[in-house]
């Protein structure tokens, strides 16, 4: 299994970025997936996690009502939408893949390579 993570960039505060986890291997669609990410100095924290059906969803909540994951099982693929961004949004942002939606957002047992996510003031 391989997470390749994308999307990320250097933003101004207030902005946007998609973020996409693209899935390798046949079983995506049975698992939860998730984002995290880790600012320099700081270890790496919980930001969101999606069930296999995409029907339920978490959010730290440092990101409630800013960030919005989604998945598509066809494509192999989560997403984290980021609005509203700030500097402390400013970190190298993970994929990660779990058995279930509890699981993921603490002990996956996959992830990806990070995206570098950067917002000016």
């Known amino acids: 299994v391989q997470l390749q993570a994308s999307g990320g960039g250097l933003v101004q505060a207030g902005g946007s970025l998609r973020l996409s986890c693209a899935v390798s291997?046949?079983?995506?669609?049975?698992?939860?997936m998730g984002w995290f990410r880790q600012a320099p100095g700081k270890e790496r924290g919980f930001v969101a996690a999606?069930?296999?059906?995409?029907?339920?969803?978490m959010y730290a909540d440092s990101v409630k009502g800013r960030f919005t994951i989604s998945r598509d099982n066809a494509k192999k693929t989560v997403y984290l939408q980021t609005n509203s961004l700030t500097p402390e949004d400013t970190a190298v942002y993970y994929c990660?893949?779990?058995?279930?939606?509890?699981?993921?957002?603490?002990?996956?047992?996959?992830w990806g390579q990070g995206t570098q996510v950067t917002v000016s003031s």
């Open positions: 990660a893949r779990g058995r279930t939606i509890e699981v993921v957002s603490t002990t996956p047992d996959y």
């Open positions: 291997g046949r079983t995506f669609s049975t698992y939860a």
């Open positions: 999606i069930s296999w059906s995409g029907g339920t969803t």
